[in-house]
């Protein structure tokens, strides 16, 4: 039985789920990869945004990404804005250790369908920090 994720958190990314915001009965919203039997690897993503283009980024952002990372074997675990500071924070994980991940990385680098969502957008990060990060949740 599923029922629908209520919380804020999963309903501001229900967007990007796999499961559209359902989760099983009994399972909590909050899942670590290693409770699900699967390694994965999660990179994540802060941008600082040129100052005027959050509007822009965003939209594009929402376009293409969610086609993108996906279909090159990546999942998207959360997008976040901060409009104020012209902040963007996400993370994309993908099956595997950090090799695996990396090497998926290269390949989507180097992909038809990264050159066409990147085709002809304008700089719009100012700065970047990009880091694996490690996932888990006290107490679950």
């Known amino acids: 039985m599923l029922r629908p994720c209520v919380s804020r958190a999963c309903a501001l990314r229900a967007h ?5 915001g ?20 999660i990179q994540l993503r802060r941008y600082t945004l040129v100052e005027g283009e959050y ?3 965003v939209s594009w ?5 969610p086609k993108v990372r996906p279909a090159a074997g990546f999942a998207i675990e959360f997008a976040y804005g901060l409009r ?5 924070v996400w993370a994309v994980s993908a099956e595997g250790d950090e090799a695996a991940f990396l090497a998926l990385e290269k390949v989507y ?4 369908a990264r050159a066409e969502a990147f085709a002809g957008v304008p700089q719009r ?3 970047h920090n990009i880091r694996f990060v490690q996932e888990f ?3 679950r």
């Open 109 to 112: 680098m180097a992909s038809d």
């Open 125 to 127: 990060v100012a700065e």
């Open 22 to 41: 359902v989760i099983p009965v009994g399972q909590s919203e909050y899942r670590t990869s290693a409770k699900m039997g699967v390694m994965k690897t």
């Open 55 to 57: 509007d822009a980024f």
């Open 137 to 139: 949740f006290p107490g």
């Open 84 to 88: 104020e500071t012209s902040e963007f």
């Open 61 to 65: 952002w929402g376009e293409w990404m």
């Open 16 to 20: 990007f789920s796999s499961t559209g």
